[in-house]
T-cell receptor
Framework: KNEVEQSPQNLTAQEGEFITINCSYS?????LHWLQQHPGGGIVSLFM???GKKKHGRLIATINIQEKHSSLHITASHPRDSAVYIC???????????????FGKGTHLIIQP | DAGVTQSPTHLIKTRGQQVTLRCSPK?????VSWYQQALGQGPQFIFQ???????QRGNFPDRFSGHQFPNYSSELNVNALLLGDSALYLC????????????FGNGTRLTVT
């Protein structure tokens, strides 16, 4: 069974701080997703990666396949970054298609002005 | 270009009743997946539909069923509602190919009393 663990569960930081959220998983994967969920429920896909590093604006996502670990970094954090950040992985043992994701419980991030 | 739309946004039902939730995928997407997210938890995969058939299923009882229509829209049906079915139900659409990026709707908040 694939387990996805995120840390920290909750994080409060000051505006401008560098933020790191971690995700560890237990089985081989074909892809890892970082998702952002705002109050009210809507989820936005931030990154999908299977190796290396991706950057989009102030967000950076990295993955180490050998260590089964990924990190999401936010540079120059802003109050509008406050949200729940969720890591989700697709096991290599899943069937064909674009799903069968296993999700972490999420990291609740609050950026104070 | 409309994204993923779900209806209704909120719903209150009584134990034992039946409920139908609806999802229209992002234009061009042919695969729809449904997730259940309990309060404070990450989403749990319910099932995925492609070509009007259920292709993958998570660990949910037969009370949870679905349908996909020729226009790729989908319904999630839950029979004999339990209090524990209270959750946010999320729909995500994608292309069928492996590791296609996911696009999520804003969800339907179901409360069972």
């Amino acid at each position: 069974k694939n387990e996805v663990e995120q840390s920290p569960q909750n994080l409060t930081a000051q505006e401008g701080e560098f933020i790191t959220i971690n995700c560890s998983y237990s089985v081989g994967i074909s892809a890892l997703h970082w998702l952002q969920q705002h109050p009210g429920g809507g989820i936005v896909s931030l990154f999908m990666l299977s190796s290396g590093k991706k950057k989009h604006g102030r967000l950076i996502a990295t993955i180490n396949i050998q260590e089964k670990h990924s990190s999401l970094h936010i540079t120059a954090s802003h109050p509008r970054d406050s949200a729940v950040y969720i890591c989700a992985v697709r096991s290599v043992y899943s069937g064909g298609g674009a799903d069968g994701l296993t999700f972490g419980k999420g990291t609740h991030l609050i950026i104070q002005p | 270009d409309a994204g993923v739309t779900q209806s209704p946004t909120h719903l209150i039902k009584t134990r034992g009743q039946q409920v139908t939730l609806r999802c229209s995928p992002k234009s061009g997407h042919d695969t729809v997946s449904w997730y259940q997210q309990a309060l404070g938890q990450g989403p749990q995969f319910i099932f995925q539909y492609y070509e009007e058939e259920e292709r993958q299923r998570g660990n949910f009882p037969d009370r949870f069923s679905g349908h996909q229509f020729p226009n790729y829209s989908s319904e999630l049906n839950v029979n004999a509602l339990l209090l524990g079915d209270s959750a946010l139900y999320l729909c995500a659409s994608s292309f069928r190919r492996l590791n296609s990026p996911l696009h999520f709707g804003n969800g339907t908040r179901l409360t069972v009393t």
